[in-house]
């Protein structure tokens, strides 16, 4: 089957922003003035093609990236002529516990429309958005949304970007009026108006700029030209000698700044009129095509030797796996992208994790909760493959006999945990089963079983998260459960160098055991995990015995030393010991080498971590005395206090434990007026008072672990 658009003319771009800045409204209006659907969905009313899911409709919220396929062939600025685009759209949500499905969505995207609410401007999760692309590299333009409302104000909006994101990010278009009576933008790269009557409409009237803007469009116009010829010396040259640039002089500035990171176009109006055809152009003008990203890097599996992949149809096939999602009626489904070959239906790939063969039985298109079966992918695409037995987040995927591995996708770990149990005996296996599904989709959600109570502990991002998966567990999978206080992850980390010899010998009538090893526990930096070290010289401690020492370490840093949470940053070296030529075992030295973590550990300095939160309060000024105080009762560290309207916006961190119920208290404390937003930042030590709390209310779990 031949490729229906070429890849050049492929897009695939995500909508990225922080909550009811208007993301699945600006998807739906992209949608409608594609021709894809005939009305656009109100999200308040649970119409949306993209927020399909029974809790976001009720919620109106995005949780789960949605994707959907549209065509578009630009109408006002045309840098590649009337050429149709294929536009892979994914709609991402804005909530912070779900930030999840932003990182794997920006991962495998060639480009991000980031949506701001003109009311607000740069808000918390905007920002955290935007490190995302950053992350990942991503070129970005922006659309200021809901300009014509009360409040709007595209200016305001321009300038929380400069200073909270990029200096970078400049208009190509600015409005025409202001707030209700906005009538349509001036376009800076033409010099033309483009008016509307209500924007609603369908077509704009295309018209002189008004005579009243002239100075300030031809003021913004020099600025805008000034920002995109540092991307190409040449024009650069030509401009500052003096000579007028050609639209598609210009136009390919832009295109070259945008792709190049340098530069962030900024549009705005209504993300539901017709002012979301000039975003469309943007897109298909200055977004870049998947062969414009150039060649994606991986290495091959067994020499680890670096290799790379051509956006070409015509490379071996490669992909990655960046989503699993259940779907109730054709089962497991794994998203992936296809950064080069091809793939048809009925064939085999070579799973580059696991080195095992998986079956390409259908593959499907997907418009949100909809699917279209296709035979073939090419390069560019993003489909999703049905029933993958053994694919997840992550993986690649490629051709048998060309193997490449793909750099995977790094989450968080989740901060708040909570026990379930089943509510009967009949749920008791439906339960396993729902939960084991929910982790292969989300991979910040985990599953643990506390070995005292034998209750199964959910983990995740924060309390609507955790509050989102029982919920779907329980409408999804039929399965009713009990549910206990969320709780925060704390975890466990050293402060000092300390070494510690442990020895297992058991003699016991035929052959005994004997494992003898000197460990040396050193702390880490915030993040960088747990490192092992093998120091062994001479052979004092035979090579097979190695792994054992490792594994036995890993297996007893997760129940952790002084309050039972897991041990993270911190490096160990196994560097001297001895060994029995008759009674050593695999067995002998692991139990010596965990025996030996709890002893080294304990002389090492070992502190609890808590999560700490980035916590942004919005409040009436009237109301900010009370509400710093009672942050402060919280043990936050304000870092500082801004405007925004009418509104003082205080930026805190704020330790997780903190922060149970603070929506009730700030929603009293202020008779509603305000509100708040709240991420994990980062872990930090947690104050010895409440450390020892922390450690005595732990006490009879590590007395019956025998520490």
Known sequence: MPREYPIEVTRNIGIIAHIDAGKTTVTEGILYNTGMIHKIGAVHEGETVTDWMEQERERGITITSAAVTCYWTPRFIKLGGDTKHKINIIDTPGHVDFTVEVERSLRVLDGAVVVFDGKMGVEPQSETVWRQADKYQVPRMCFINKINQTGGDFYRSLDSIHKRLSPNAFPIQIPIGFEKEIRGVVDLINMKAYTYKDFTDKEFTIEEVPADMMEKAKEYRHKLMEKVVESDDALMEKYLGGQELTEQEFLTAIRKAVQGGKFFPVLGGDGRGVIVQTILDAVTNFLPSPTDRGSVKGHEPKTEAPLERKPSDDEPFTALAFKIATDPFVGRLAFFRVYSGKLEAGSYVLNARTQNKERVGRIVRMRADQRDEVKEVFAGDICALVGPKDTFT????????????????????????????????????????????????????????????????????????????????????????????????????????ATAESKYIRQSGGRGQYGHVYLRAEPLARGEGYKFLDEIVGGVIPKEYIKPIDKGIQESAANGVIAGYPLVDFQIAVYDGSYHEVDSSEMAFKIAASKGLQDVIKRADPIILEPIMKVEVTTPETNMGDVIGDLNSKRAQINEMTDRLHLKIIDAFVPLSEMFGYATTLRSMTQGQASYTMEFDHYAEVPRNIAQKIIESRAGVNVRKGM
């Open 394 to 497: 992550g993986d690649t995927l490629c051709d048998m006999d060309k193997p490449i591995v793909l750099e995977a996708i790094k989450f968080a770990d989740p901060v708040i945990h909570m026990a379930v149990e089943p509510k009967t005996k009949a749920d008791q296996e439906k339960m396993g089963i729902a939960l084991s599904k929910l982790a292969e989709e989300d991979p910040t959600f985990k599953l643990s079983t506390n070995e005292e109570t034998q209750q199964t502990i959910i983990a995740g991002m924060g309390e609507l998260h955790l509050e989102i998966i029982v919920d779907r567990m329980k409408r999804e999978f039929k399965v009713e459960a009990n549910v206990g206080k969320p709780e925060v992850a704390y975890k466990e980390t050293i402060k000092s160098t």
